[in-house]
C-alpha cells in the first residue's frame, strides 16, 4: 500500500466546492424603507370635520372641510364613500397629513390626507383618530 494513499488530497478547492455564504435575507416587499429624517417631513395634525358630503363628480370620494389650529379651515378628499355616510364624520376628529401638497381630484381641490386603517380580513376601513378629545391642530408625535 503506497503512502500516498493516506494524504489528503492536493488539488485546490474550487469555488463550487466551497460551502455555499449564507446569503443575505431577502428583502421585504410592500413600501420602501425610509429613514427618520423622510419621516420627520411629515407633519400629522389633528383636525375636526366640521362639513363632509359626496364629491359630485367621484362615486368613492367624500368632500371634507376641517379645522386645523387657530380655526384654519381646509378641504381635503377622501375615497371614504363606500365605508362613511357623510353624517358620520362631522364632528370627528381625524389625523391629517397637514404638509400634503394640494392636488386637485375631479376638479376639487384636496388640501391633506386623512389617515384610515384597512381591516384586509373584512374590507372594513376604520378613519384614524385620537382617543381623546384635543385641540385641532394638535400635532402627532
Not at 44 to 57: G, I
Not at 130 to 136: F, N
Amino acid at each position: 500500500m503506497s503512502s500516498d494513499q493516506n494524504k489528503p488530497s492536493e488539488t485546490p478547492s474550487t469555488p463550487a466546492q466551497q460551502p455555499a455564504a449564507p446569503s443575505p435575507a431577502a428583502a421585504p416587499q410592500g413600501p420602501a424603507t425610509i429613514t427618520f429624517d423622510d419621516f420627520a417631513k411629515i407633519d400629522l395634525r389633528v383636525a375636526t370635520v366640521l362639513e363632509c358630503v359626496p364629491h359630485p363628480n367621484a362615486d368613492k370620494l367624500l368632500v371634507l372641510q376641517i379645522e386645523l389650529a387657530g380655526g384654519e379651515r381646509r378641504q381635503i378628499c377622501a375615497g371614504l364613500r363606500a365605508h362613511y355616510q357623510p353624517e358620520q364624520l362631522v364632528g370627528k376628529q381625524i389625523i391629517v397629513v397637514a404638509n400634503l401638497a394640494p392636488r386637485t381630484m375631479r376638479g376639487q381641490v384636496s388640501n391633506g390626507m386623512l389617515l384610515a386603517a384597512s381591516d384586509p380580513e373584512t374590507g372594513k376601513v376604520i378613519v384614524v383618530g385620537p382617543s381623546d378629545k384635543v385641540a385641532p391642530g394638535s400635532k402627532v408625535s
